[in-house]
């Protein structure tokens, strides 16, 4: 038995709004690639600290893929991987720390998190930051279940999964993705807002 297990255990709920979130999201990542307003290897390094917090092993391989064709060295893939700060800029620092929280409270930010990063890097730049981490979050909610399969297959179950919940996630993910195209086309078409903050005390 393998210690291995999920970081964040999600339901179809999850699954279900960050794929609505995550396809409303890819226009953006389109029009940063004719209009940069934030440079694709921070996109990257993002993208790595997000399948961090979540674990999605599918992700991280795909991920290290993507960032050695990049340029990114080994060396410092690894280090995102790992949750260390070994390899992130001081101008970075705030971005890559937002990814992190955005993932570990299960895309609820603190509001006020927000509002910083939009002061520290200027509100379109925020917009198309968090865009970015939507869409990596849909990736791992999608590669997870596949991810604890897979390790399944190899003998090496995650300690907090079962076979059913796995076949269950996998099953849905069709039906979750064309739902959700609906959805988020609905959703951009009325302008509703982007992102969910968590709850304050006072509701």
Do not use: W
């Not at 930051?129 to 791992?140: E, F, H, R």
């Amino acid at each position: 038995m393998s210690n291995v297990k999920y970081k964040h255990k999600f339901n179809v709920f999850d699954m279900y709004d960050s794929t609505v979130r995550g396809l409303r999201a890819f226009p953006f990542m389109i029009l940063n690639r004719i209009k940069v307003r934030v440079n694709h290897d921070l996109i990257e390094r993002l993208m790595l600290a997000t399948t961090e917090v979540n674990g999605c092993e599918v992700c991280s391989y795909a991920h290290t893929k993507m960032a050695l064709q990049q340029g990114f060295s080994q060396e410092e893939i690894d280090a995102f991987l790992s949750g260390s700060n070994a390899y992130v800029k001081e101008s970075e620092a705030n971005a890559i720390l937002f990814a992190q929280h955005y993932a570990d409270s299960k895309a609820r930010p603190d509001k006020q998190a927000y509002v910083f990063l939009q002061e520290t890097y200027g509100k379109k730049e925020a917009i198309m930051m968090v865009k970015t981490i939507q869409i990596m979050m849909m990736a791992n909610l999608h590669g997870l279940p596949l991810s604890a399969l897979l390790a399944r297959l190899k003998g090496k179950p995650y300690e907090n999964s079962t076979v059913l919940y796995e076949l269950d996630m996998l099953i849905l993910e069709p039906i979750v993705f064309v739902l959700g195209l609906i959805d988020a086309t609905i959703r951009s078409i009325l302008r509703r807002p982007f992102i969910r903050f968590e709850k304050s005390p006072n509701g």
